[in-house]
């Protein structure tokens, strides 16, 4: 069964994993966000709404007009005033539809762009609280990893103190009170044990 230490250093892997995913499309997002607002620049649509109803009457006179030019026999004058309005309705028609096209086109852009900011602004609602729980756990790691360092140098000592003991047992006591002597005589490092034996013995 692994330990705090261990499921907490396997958490702050698979919150790094979520978030190089969730970074890697917020990347993207903000390459196509960009890229819709370029499209947006170059379009020049006025900001009137164009009127469909006015598309539909004309789309329905250039027919008639058609009509008559393939049913009826007209003459010369009749027929060059029909090319005309036909060339005119054509030119207003064609006019509206460019109009039309280019807000179509913005319309939709512009939802692009909204869209890809929503999911940005939830992309950031997710974030947020990951890179918390991230920098919470990396500090509780850090922690973790200290006491388990001061426990484990605790134990040695505890092994070093017991070792140490085992010897006094084994030799006669004055000799390790000379032998502490010498030792911070020549200012060599004394243990903690070795002071409380040298000080047992002065009393």
Not at 91 to 101: A, D, E, I, Q, T
Not at 129 to 140: A, D, G, S, V, Y
Request: proline share 2%; no cysteine.
């Amino acid at each position: 069964m692994p330990d705090e230490l261990e499921t907490m250093k396997n958490r702050l892997k698979e919150i790094n994993n979520e978030l190089d995913k969730l970074m890697q499309e917020v990347k993207e997002l903000k390459v196509q966000r960009e890229q819709v607002i370029y499209e947006l620049s170059k379009i020049k649509a006025p900001k009137v709404k164009v009127d469909e109803e006015e598309i539909k009457r004309l789309e329905d006179i250039l027919k008639k007009l058609d009509d008559e030019l393939q049913t009826k026999v007209l003459k010369p004058d009749e027929e060059r005033r029909i090319f005309e309005r036909i060339k005119e309705t054509e030119k207003r028609l064609n006019s509206l539809r460019s109009v039309k096209s280019s807000l179509d086109k913005s319309q939709e852009l512009r939802k692009r762009l909204n869209e890809i900011k929503k999911r940005l602004r939830e992309l950031h609602e997710v974030i947020e609280p990951l890179l918390k729980e991230k920098e919470n756990l990396k500090n509780e790691i850090q922690k973790q990893v200290i006491l388990k360092k001061l426990r484990q140098y605790k134990e040695k000592e505890k092994e070093k103190g017991y070792s140490i003991n085992l010897k006094f047992e084994k030799i006669n006591k004055s000799e390790v009170k000379e032998a502490i002597k010498r030792k911070l005589e020549n200012g060599e490092p004394v243990s903690l044990e070795e002071l409380k034996v040298l000080y047992d013995e002065r009393q």
